[in-house]
């Protein structure tokens, strides 16, 4: 209660009470209340059981038979393929070669489609002649540039990261028009008056205010930069070329074993969800909480 003896004393007290409030509102309420086990919890526990289902789902159909073995096996048979590639130490090469071809890809692909998406957001002449095509690329199927790339660079790894680029960088580069669009106009001219040059203005303003849309670009061109690897990886067989996960996919239907193709697309889902959840989903959590948007969270 506030001291009527001492008004300086009383005004501050008022003054932590009402910024006390303030903050109080700006915390959404789910956050105040659920723990950060709580929150690990309700983000692990529905995806473990919707797997547990589909497996069971999948166990059910395979003892009623409606369909042959080699059409559908049995979970136990794929989870035997997963453990014999995991014993011989296959499954490391399948991995690693896929995903360290799909990172540098899609670092590539960022460097490329940053200053890229600047241009035709901020050069209206940049954003005729060249938006239209980004948006037509992003819109292509990434398997059609494989042939192409085959003829232009032969089987090897300037094939692969060629595809990989046409498949991130319209993502990455549309993401980030879309983020500049949504930027209030007064912030750019904020950045004039102080005296901010065009280079200074892009790194300073531009971009952190378009964060979210070019976060959302971003998580889309790496979906791209993976789904254009495994398309590059199916058609461009080579023993210079090491083998991936498109690779052991393609191997395992030449030798028409279902179980191979499931645990391939198992490992390719696997590796998708795992960049998701280790690298986007924690970026996402700290751009929305520090800009407020928790409640989605």
Do not use: C
């Amino acid at each position: 209660m506030p001291r009527l003896d001492r008004p300086e004393l009383a005004a501050e007290e008022a003054d932590e009470a009402v910024g006390a409030g303030l903050d109080s509102l700006d915390t959404p309420a789910g956050e105040r209340r659920e723990s950060r086990g709580k929150r690990f919890l309700r983000g692990f526990v529905p995806p473990v059981v919707f797997l547990i289902l589909l497996i069971a789902l999948w166990q059910a159909l395979w003892a009623a038979a409606f369909w042959p073995e080699s059409m559908l096996p049995a979970p136990l048979a794929v989870w035997d393929e997963l453990v014999g590639i995991t014993t011989d130490g296959e499954i490391v090469e399948f991995v690693w070669t896929s995903v360290h071809r799909a990172a540098l890809g899609f670092l590539i692909g960022v460097l490329i489609g940053t200053p890229l998406g600047l241009l035709v957001a901020k050069v209206r002449l940049v954003r005729s002649a060249v938006g239209p095509f980004l948006t037509g690329l992003q819109s292509l199927p990434s398997v059609a540039w494989v042939p192409a790339a085959i003829l232009w660079f032969g089987l090897n790894d300037a094939s692969i990261y060629f595809v990989v680029l046409l498949g991130s960088v319209p993502s990455i580069a549309n993401g980030l028009v879309a983020g500049i669009d949504q930027i209030p106009p007064i912030l750019p001219r904020v950045g004039q008056v102080m005296g901010a040059g065009r280079l200074s203005s892009a790194r300073h303003i531009l971009l952190p205010a378009a964060l979210p849309g070019f976060l959302a670009g971003l998580k889309q061109g790496w979906a791209f930069s993976w789904r254009s690897l495994m398309a590059a990886e199916l058609i461009a067989l080579s023993p210079a070329l090491g083998k991936g996960l498109g690779a052991y996919l393609n191997e395992g239907s030449s030798f028409n074993s279902m179980e191979a193709v499931i645990s391939a697309i198992f490992l390719i889902l696997l590796v998708g969800v795992g960049i998701e959840l280790i690298v986007f989903r924690p970026l996402e959590r700290s751009v929305l909480r520090a800009r407020g948007l928790t409640a989605s969270l």
